[in-house]
């Protein structure tokens, strides 16, 4: 199981710096939110993976590993900011540059 | 008194007043208040006086980083006494003489602040015994100087002196700070007085790396071409760090390391080539000078080589004479320096070809500067001759031809000063006869150092008692020395009349020559050398930046993660390339490999689609897939996080959409399309291996997850470990991280509310949808289950599934349906202030809880709870941690609202 979610985390990065590389911000900030749930995965697999385990006192042991969830807890949330940030910030860009293509914004010299 | 007290004193006092407001009215004050400085100092040295004159040697010293053996020490014996002296003594008559030299100039508060700044960096020089700290006061004086020479900043000469000293002066020092680790590497200790103690002896390498900063700082040979570009400064600067004090850091250095490197000819070697190479050099070349600070200038680089020389030689007569003429130039180059300025300031020029005959206009600046110049041309009975004296002892005790080289030098000495001194005083008047005697605030000090000058001759024993203590420390014995103005009829005395025979003879024929030496033009010099460097450094600097630096911000993607395979990639799998990975594989459900499958396809299908919409639904997918994944495996709190993220992550996608580009299909070259994918595959790859790595058979099974589970419920009161982890275990993290969160919000709402506003360019509206009855029934319907099942969520949060990320998440979904189903309108009718309210009062009610834990004499965040029994509603726990959580809740609420809000109503 943890061979299948590693390949799979290793796709969505690939793609996500696939888009990275694109030009238009809008891709870029899809890859990032690409890179972002595969690091998010790659914290849940570090602490092992576990069926029907939640760490819930109740439910009695083993639990599964409960820092990576509080970790990917907060990353969730951080990121869905950081995307909000990045969707506004290109927003801007188009409004003022008049345009959202990275290659189309590269400066010339000084 | 205390010792160490007294020289922290020294070194601090000056940074100290250096921060001295000197504004309005107080501005008036700054010469005197200045000049206090170094005359404290002065009081200081002197009362340690007989701590030192007998070869003693105190230390203070503090930890500084034990850990690393590093202990902040100063060190106080005859030498660093002797220098302290010469920084002290001679910046007292320095600071008195700018008060009236630069009386109107406005930035005087400023030359004074440099001035301090580097009277206490000097001071940190002589003084520290810990050789990082050294080099740390030794920088500081080559940026106090690049201060003070740029001090005219609106001259470009002058900022090209500045940058030119310090360049040179710095790299010197760099390259010493690396002896200091050199020694590191060898003694394990920084301290000299522990290398002195040990009688260490050091490679020649590190005496190399040494030299370099020595010969940098002290303008040897060829490094000294800053010292004539950084006459540019205010003259009472050249007299006190150009002549006087920081170039002879340098010979400082030198004298300082002399005992380590006792049995190494080739230290002396390089010493005594490179001054004695100094010494001629800068005496032909003052000759040739016009400007009287250029011709200042290289004689003290030749003075200086000489001082270095004598140090190189290291028998006790040497010793004597470099020291003696340390103490003498000081006084007889700090007098002409400041002579120059004098004349400046009376003609307004320090051109040789027009200055002339100011004896009459002049009498007593001439008196003092007839016995300056006599100094320095080693007449008697000045001080100049008794060091002249003992370095021709010196060298007569080494070879003979020593001795011809050194009489040669004198000889030019002997010429650049009087062609200096008659040039001023007694040649026909030039252009301008014009000028007035000194005023009396410059003149005190000129004739004070012509005063040295003539006692250090008359009264042998005065300089010896400065001197005596500095020569115990190079000879390593008490001694005490027996100078004398008549030493008897001895070859020294016979070279000594035979330079003043040459000497006066070449001064006699000067128009034979030296006409055609000044309009004589070198076809290269060592600045062409210099200028020529840094202009090729800084042609090649660009060219090369221009290579890379493209603009385009792939490439520099591209950069990173070519670096990040390069760098990470190959050593991961070199050091795994045969180690079987063991996975403690939980075998695959065929459902679960068709989920990941999807989730592949998903990925894929957010870089092939170029429509906007079927680009942000396969992200969304890959969303959902995530969440359905931490469902399986044992995440509740996190799958409801990651749906409910998603569903407010989609509509502000679909809402920012209006205001982007499409994207463009664009015809990419083959090459750069391949090395995209390539560098795609190759990442991916990368961190397919780096985490079979990391999890390589789960050989560290975490200690952490134990704590957790099983203080969960006895130290926070909750049974939904994840919750309790994020609230209160690492609640100092869920504070940092919803702060970020808040400031993401204020973000988005500064960028669209503020600023320039731009051309927004063509917004492709979408036609306006007609209503959905279905949708509107439903937004309605639901809006206040959504609501109330948040709250439950809330509160349920610290013992199953749920609490303020997710509450609060689910809060916002619900505000948002109905803005999806109705319009903007109504959604400012349910939230009708600015969310960023919610966001600070989440912030404030977090913060507080937090704090309240100190009221109590806990640690910031602390929990507390206890389990009460209410009459009808049973045993209930209260946790302030639900406090927290709360605060958590409604900064998500608010910010997301916040940023939804904003971007929906531009």
């Known amino acids: 199981m943890e061979l299948l979610i590693i390949g799979v985390i290793g796709v969505l990065f690939g793609c996500g710096t696939y888009l990275l590389l694109q030009a238009n911000l809008l891709q870029i900030i899809v890859g990032l939110a690409l890179f972002s749930h595969g690091a998010n995965l790659a914290l849940m697999v570090s602490g092992g993976l576990k069926r029907g385990r939640p760490p819930l006192l109740t439910i009695g042991a083993p639990y599964a590993d409960p820092l990576p969830q509080a970790l990917i807890l907060t990353a969730i949330v951080i990121s869905f900011g950081v995307t909000a940030f990045a969707l506004v910030l290109a927003f801007r860009t188009k409004q003022v540059c008049g345009s959202n293509d990275v290659d189309a914004l590269a400066g010339g010299e000084e | 008194m205390n010792v160490p007290f007294l020289l922290s004193i020294l070194i601090f006092l000056p940074f100290f007043s250096a921060a001295f407001p000197f504004s309005g009215r107080l501005r008036r004050t700054v010469g005197p208040f200045a000049t206090a400085i170094p005359a404290v100092q002065c009081l200081i040295l002197s009362t340690l006086w007989p701590d030192v004159r007998n070869g003693g040697k105190l230390l203070a010293v503090w930890t500084w980083l034990p850990d690393l053996g590093l202990r902040l020490g100063l060190a106080l014996d005859g030498l660093s006494w002797l220098f302290a002296c010469l920084i002290a003594g001679i910046g007292v008559l320095v600071f008195l003489y700018t008060a009236s030299y630069l009386q109107d100039d406005p930035h005087l508060p400023r030359l004074y602040r440099f001035l301090l700044l580097f009277n206490g960096s000097m001071m940190g020089v002589v003084f520290a015994d810990n050789l990082i700290l050294l080099s740390v006061f030794w920088e500081l004086t080559s940026i106090a100087s690049f201060l003070l020479i740029g001090f005219r900043a609106q001259r470009p000469a002058a900022c090209d002196g500045a940058t030119k000293a310090l360049l040179l002066t710095a790299a010197g020092g760099l390259v010493m700070l690396l002896a200091s680790f050199l020694v590191f590497a060898q003694h394990h200790t920084f301290d000299l007085s522990v290398l002195l103690a040990n009688s260490a002896s050091l490679p020649l390498v590190i005496g190399l790396c040494f030299l370099a900063g020595a010969f940098t700082k002290s303008a040897q040979f060829p490094f000294h071409i800053w010292l004539p570009s950084a006459m540019e400064a205010p003259t009472p600067v050249s007299a006190y760090l150009h002549a006087a004090t920081m170039v002879k850091a340098g010979l400082y250095l030198v004298a300082r390391l002399s005992p380590l490197f006792a049995g190494d000819p080739l230290w002396s070697t390089a010493i005594i080539s490179i001054g004695g190479l100094t010494l001629l050099w800068g005496g032909v070349v003052a000759c040739k000078q016009t400007d009287l600070k250029a011709l200042l200038a290289y004689s003290t680089v030749s003075q200086l080589g000489l001082i270095m020389l004598l140090l190189g030689l290291r028998t006790e007569t040497a010793f004597l004479a470099a020291l003696l003429h340390i103490v003498n130039h000081a006084a007889f180059k700090g007098a002409l320096f400041l002579t120059a300025g004098a004349v400046e300031h009376a003609t307004g020029t320090r051109n040789l070809h027009q200055l002339g005959g100011l004896w009459t206009a002049m009498p007593l600046t001439t008196v003092a500067a007839l016995l300056a110049t006599l100094s320095m041309a080693g007449l008697p009975p000045l001080g100049g001759f008794v060091s002249k004296e003992l370095f021709y002892e010196a060298a007569l005790g080494t070879a003979p031809w020593f001795a011809a080289v050194a009489v040669a030098a004198s000889v030019f000495t002997f010429l650049y000063s009087f062609l200096l001194f008659y040039g001023v005083f007694f040649a026909p008047p030039g252009e301008r006869p014009h000028a007035h005697e000194t005023p009396l605030g410059m003149l005190i000090p000129i004739m004070t150092l012509s005063g040295f000058a003539l006692a250090f001759g008359l009264v042998p024993p005065f300089a010896g008692g400065l001197i005596d203590p500095a020569m115990t420390f190079l000879c390593g014995r008490p001694t005490h020395s027996h100078l004398a103005l008549w030493h008897g009829l001895t070859p020294a005395l016979g070279l000594s009349v035979l330079t003043v025979a040459m000497g006066g003879a070449v001064f006699l024929w000067r128009d034979a020559f030296i006409p055609s030496l000044r309009t004589r033009k070198a076809p290269y010099s060592f600045d062409q050398a210099y200028s020529d460097g840094v202009s090729s450094l800084n042609a090649f600097a660009v060219r090369l930046r221009t290579r890379y630096m493209t603009g385009h911000l792939?490439?520099?993607?591209?950069?990173?993660?070519?670096?990040?395979?390069?760098?990470?990639?190959?050593?991961?799998?070199?050091?795994?390339?045969?180690?079987?990975?063991?996975?403690?594989?939980?075998?695959?459900?065929?459902?679960?490999?068709?989920?990941?499958?999807?989730?592949?396809?998903?990925?894929?299908?957010?870089?092939?689609?170029?429509?906007?919409?079927?680009?942000?639904?396969?992200?969304?997918?890959?969303?959902?897939?995530?969440?359905?994944?931490?469902?399986?495996?044992?995440?509740?709190?996190?799958?409801?996080?990651?749906?409910?993220?998603?569903?407010?992550?989609?509509?502000?996608?679909?809402?920012?959409?209006?205001?982007?580009?499409?994207?463009?299909?664009?015809?990419?070259?083959?090459?750069?399309?391949?090395?995209?994918?390539?560098?795609?595959?190759?990442?991916?790859?990368?961190?397919?291996?780096?985490?079979?790595?990391?999890?390589?058979?789960?050989?560290?099974?975490?200690?952490?997850?134990?704590?957790?589970?099983?203080?969960?419920?006895?130290?926070?009161?909750?049974?939904?470990?994840?919750?309790?982890?994020?609230?209160?275990?690492?609640?100092?993290?869920?504070?940092?991280?919803?702060?970020?969160?808040?400031?993401?919000?204020?973000?988005?709402?500064?960028?669209?509310?503020?600023?320039?506003?731009?051309?927004?360019?063509?917004?492709?509206?979408?036609?306006?949808?007609?209503?959905?009855?279905?949708?509107?029934?439903?937004?309605?319907?639901?809006?206040h289950l959504m609501l109330l099942f948040s709250v439950y969520l809330l509160l349920r949060g610290h013992n199953a599934p749920g609490g303020g990320f997710i509450a609060g998440m689910l809060t916002a979904v619900a505000v948002i349906l109905q803005m999806v189903a109705f319009d903007l309108r109504t959604f400012i009718q349910e939230i009708p202030w600015n969310p960023l309210r919610i966001v600070m009062a989440g912030l404030a009610v977090s913060a507080s809880t937090g704090l309240g834990a100190l009221c109590f004499g806990y640690p910031f965040l602390t929990s507390a709870f206890g389990h009460f029994h209410f009459p009808l509603l049973g045993e209930v726990e209260l946790v302030t941690a639900a406090l927290f959580d709360f605060g958590v809740y409604l900064v998500v609420v608010g910010t997301t609202l916040g940023i939804i809000r904003t971007i929906a109503e531009d």
């Open chain 2, 554 to 783: 792939g490439d520099y993607v591209a950069y990173l993660m070519v670096a990040l395979l390069l760098g990470i990639g190959l050593p991961l799998w070199w050091f795994y390339r045969h180690t079987p990975f063991i996975l403690d594989i939980a075998p695959a459900e065929r459902y679960e490999i068709g989920l990941a499958l999807l989730m592949a396809i998903g990925g894929i299908g957010c870089c092939c689609f170029r429509a906007r919409v079927p680009l942000v639904l396969s992200l969304g997918l890959v969303g959902a897939l995530v969440s359905i994944f931490f469902v399986l495996f044992s995440a509740p709190d996190l799958a409801l996080t990651q749906i409910l993220v998603e569903s407010v992550g989609i509509v502000l996608f679909l809402l920012a959409f209006r205001f982007l580009s499409p994207i463009e299909r664009k015809p990419v070259a083959w090459g750069k399309r391949s090395l995209q994918l390539a560098l795609s595959v190759g990442s991916g790859l990368l961190v397919t291996l780096l985490l079979l790595a990391a999890n390589i058979g789960q050989l560290y099974p975490s200690v952490v997850a134990p704590f957790y589970l099983s203080n969960s419920y006895l130290l926070a009161g909750g049974r939904n470990v994840v919750n309790v982890i994020v609230v209160d275990f690492r609640g100092y993290d869920t504070m940092g991280e919803i702060t970020v969160f808040s400031v993401a919000a204020l973000a988005v709402f500064a960028m669209i509310r503020l600023g320039p506003k731009g051309n927004p360019g063509p917004i492709d509206h979408p036609p306006p949808l007609p209503p959905s009855v279905i949708l509107r029934a439903i937004a309605r319907l639901t809006l």
